[in-house]
C-alpha cells in the first residue's frame, strides 16, 4: 500500500510542507532510504545521513530547510517519537480479512463476534467470547470461559487461560501465556524457607519433616483493562483466589514475570525481563526499567520509576525514583556509589597516615 506525503501529514496531525502529492510505500533510515521511502530525520542529527540516501520526502524536525536536503516535500514532526508512533501504526495494517480458517478448532458454545479472524490450527475454548474485529493468528490458544473485547490482536503461539478477561483492544505478543497457574506451593510443616524469613536466616534444617510441595492451584484468573499489551514470552499468572489485574493502557514488554495475585495500575510500563513476586501492587502511570525484580507482598505507588536492573525490597512511596540494589531513592544511591569508588582511595590515604 502506498500514501501521499498528504495523507501521511493528515493522519499524524502534522504540517506538510513541499509536495503533497509525491507518494511513499514504506518508512526507512535517511542513509538507506530509496525513492519510495519516507525518511526518518526527526532531528538535526539525521541531516548529513539524509544525504547519504535517495529520498524524496522525510519526516523532519521544525525549522529543518528540507528544500536543501533535496527533498521534495517533508512532514514536520515536533515531537519525533510521537510522529513515529502515529506513522507505524499508518504503516501497520492489517493484512488480514475476516473469518475462520477451515483448519482452527472452535467450541459449539464459543461466540465469536463480526468480522473476527480466526486463523490456522488456531483453538477456541468451550464459552469463550471473542469480540467484534478480533484477530486471532496461527496456533493461538483461547481457553475456556476466555472474554476478549473487540478489536484484540493475539499473535500466534500466544496462550490464554481459562476465564480471562480482557477489554478492547488487546494486544499479546507471540507465545506469551496469561492466566497460567501461580508459583505457590507449601510443606506440610514449616518449610526451612519459612523459618529462615521469619528468623532472618539463625534457623535450623530439620531432616524430619516431609519436604513434600503441596501445590496451591490458581483459580483467580487474570483480568485486562483497555488497550494493554502484553510483549513475546512475558507470563501474567493467575490469582490464587481474586484476580490478577492489568490497568487500562499498561504496555508489559517482552521476557516478563507478572506473579499470582499482583495489581498493575493504569499506564504503567513494564520493560524486559521485569520480575514481579506474588501479590505486588504497582501504582498508576509507574515505569519498572529492564531487569527490575520486586519482592513479594509489596507496593509501589502512583508515578514511580525504578531504572534498570533495581531490585525493590521494601514499599516504595508515589512519585519516588528509585534505583540500585536495594532500591533507593536515586540522588542516594548516587551518593553512596560515588562513595564507594573514593573509598580505595581513602584506604590507601589513612594507610599511609599510619605509616
Known sequence: ???????????????????????????????????????????PRYAEALGQGRARAALVWPEADWQAMGLEGAVIAPRGRLAMARLTQLLDAADVAPGIHPSAVIDPSAEIGADAF?????????????????????????????????????????????????????????????????????????????????????????????????????????????????????????????????????????????????????HCLLCGHVGLAGSVTIGDRSVLGGKVGVSDNLTIGADVVLTGGSIVLSNVPAGRVMMGYPATKIDSQVESYKALRRLPRILRDLAKQKG
Open 118 to 266: 480466526i486463523g490456522p490450527l488456531a483453538v477456541i475454548g468451550a464459552g469463550a467470547v471473542i469480540g467484534a474485529g478480533a484477530r486471532i493468528m496461527a496456533q493461538a490458544s483461547i481457553g475456556p470461559g476466555v472474554r476478549l473485547g473487540e478489536g484484540a490482536l493475539i499473535h500466534s503461539g500466544a496462550r490464554l487461560g481459562r476465564n480471562v478477561v480482557a477489554g478492547t483492544r488487546l494486544i499479546v505478543q507471540p507465545n506469551a501465556v496469561i492466566g497460567g497457574d501461580g508459583f505457590s506451593f507449601v510443606t506440610e510443616d514449616a518449610s526451612h524457607v519459612e523459618t529462615a524469613r521469619a528468623e532472618l536466616g539463625q534457623g535450623t534444617v530439620s531432616e524430619e519433616s516431609d519436604p513434600t510441595w503441596h501445590r496451591i492451584h490458581s483459580l483467580g484468573s487474570v483480568i485486562l483493562g483497555d488497550d494493554v499489551e502484553i510483549g513475546a514470552c512475558a507470563t501474567v499468572d493467575a490469582g490464587t483466589i481474586r484476580p490478577t489485574r492489568v490497568g487500562n493502557g499498561s504496555k508489559i514488554d517482552n521476557l516478563v514475570q507478572v506473579g499470582h495475585n499482583c495489581v498493575i495500575g493504569d
Open 1 to 43: 500500500m502506498d500514501y501521499t506525503l498528504s495523507d501521511i501529514a493528515k493522519a499524524l496531525g502534522a504540517e506538510l510542507v513541499g509536495d503533497g502529492a509525491v507518494r511513499v510505500t514504506g518508512a526507512a533510515e535517511p542513509a538507506q532510504a530509496g525513492p519510495m521511502d519516507l525518511a526518518l530525520a526527526m532531528s
